[in-house]
């Protein structure tokens, strides 16, 4: 069974940082695309970053310059190190696994940035 579950989420004044981290079971992440999708109130959930197993990175207009993705394939876990962080960045943090025709999603991770 797979499974993804996040980390690190938190309140943070902006221009702060924050590091997100996701583990994930049931399936290596070679086989995977990875993401970061956030889903703040009243809003869609969107792409933050996306990562594939070539190490092919993506990013959103709105976080490209802030924020990082990696990954560690030896501990199957996902990052995403957060930096100037703005208050437009608060939302909940999701962690997606696409493998395949199948999205496994994380529970979700609150990120708070306040000015």
């Known amino acids: 069974q797979v499974q993804v579950v996040e980390s690190g989420g938190g309140s943070v004044q902006a221009g702060g940082s924050l590091k997100l981290s996701c583990a994930a079971s049931?399936?290596?992440?070679?086989?995977?695309?990875m993401g970061w999708y956030r889903q703040a109130p009243g809003k869609e959930r969107e792409l933050v970053s996306s990562?594939?197993?070539?190490?092919?990175?993506t990013y959103a207009d709105s976080v490209k310059g802030r924020f990082t993705i990696s990954q560690d394939n030896t501990k199957n876990t996902l990052y995403l190190q957060m930096n100037s962080l703005k208050t437009e960045d608060t939302a909940v943090y999701y962690c997606?696994?696409?493998?395949?025709?199948?999205?496994?999603w994380g529970q979700g991770t609150q990120v708070t940035v306040s000015s």
């Open positions: 997606a696994a696409t493998c395949g025709i199948k999205t496994h």
């Open positions: 049931g399936y290596a992440f070679r086989w995977c695309i």
């Open positions: 990562i594939r197993s070539d190490g092919t990175t």
